[in-house]
């Protein structure tokens, strides 16, 4: 079975500032990672994957994830927040084994302060 | 192009009732998912189509399901709604040939918001 926990429901930062959402994942095969953003009464759009090629991985408006298979981790980051940044943020698991079936974290809110 | 275009945007039944929502994939893909989102939570998977066939399919009762047309259109059907099917609804389309390769990235349409009273 697969699963994603995403620690804090609710993350804020100050405008400029270093954005990082936490993702840790479950997975008995070698998984594939994404993080999609949702924006209000918007679906969800693809910031970046991992596929098992370089284990950083960078994505559109800034962002860049690190796969730490020792961690079981994907946390997502971006170095200089911007006003807007401020959605919900999805990391999700899939793997071969899965078909591409994505199972989706809880999600965070990022809240960006000015 | 037009992306993922689902229909309709906002739903409102009763206990009881049938839904049908409708889901058109982005050009050139030929697989669709649909994902059911509670208020507060990430996406669930609901199940997945291709070549007018049921792939894969998550937890959910038989209450739900669905179709794939030869145009790869899908609709999601639920049946005997309870006031826990209020949810965002997303649906998902892949590229042609990914067939359910894993890596694939998925595009998502912008969602049916449906409330049942």
């Known amino acids: 079975a697969q699963s994603v926990t995403q620690l804090g429901s609710h993350v804020s930062v100050s405008e400029g500032a270093l954005v990082l959402l936490r993702c840790n994942y479950s997975?008995?095969?070698?998984?594939?990672l994404f993080w999609y953003v949702q924006y209000p009464n918007q679906g969800l759009q693809l910031l970046l994957k991992?596929?098992?090629?370089?284990?950083l991985v960078k994505g559109i408006n800034g962002f860049e994830a690190e796969f730490k298979k020792s961690e079981t981790s994907f946390h997502l980051t971006k170095p200089s927040a911007h006003m807007s940044d401020a959605a919900e943020y999805f990391c999700?698991?899939?793997?071969?084994?899965?078909?591409?079936?994505?199972?989706f974290g809880a999600g965070t809110i990022l809240r960006v302060k000015s | 192009d037009a992306g993922v275009t689902q229909s309709p945007t906002h739903l409102i039944k009763t206990r009881g009732q049938q839904v049908t929502l409708r889901c058109s994939p982005k050009?050139?893909?030929?697989?669709v998912s649909w994902y059911q989102q509670a208020l507060g939570q990430g996406p669930q998977f609901i199940f997945q189509?291709?070549?007018?066939?049921?792939?894969q399919r998550g937890n959910f009762p038989d209450r739900f399901s669905g179709h794939q047309f030869p145009n790869y259109s899908s609709e999601l059907n639920v049946n005997a709604l309870l006031l826990g099917d209020s949810a965002l609804y997303l649906c998902?389309?892949?590229?042609?040939?990914?067939?359910?390769?894993?890596?694939?990235?998925?595009?998502f349409g912008q969602g049916t918001r449906l409330t049942v009273v």
């Open positions: 998902a389309s892949s590229p042609t040939g990914s067939g359910g390769s894993a890596d694939t990235e998925a595009f």
């Open positions: 997975s008995s095969v070698p998984p594939y």
């Open positions: 991992y596929t098992s090629a370089a284990t």
């Open positions: 999700a698991v899939s793997s071969p084994e899965y078909g591409n079936k994505l199972v």
């Open positions: 050009s050139g893909h030929d697989t």
């Open positions: 189509y291709y070549e007018e066939e049921e792939r």
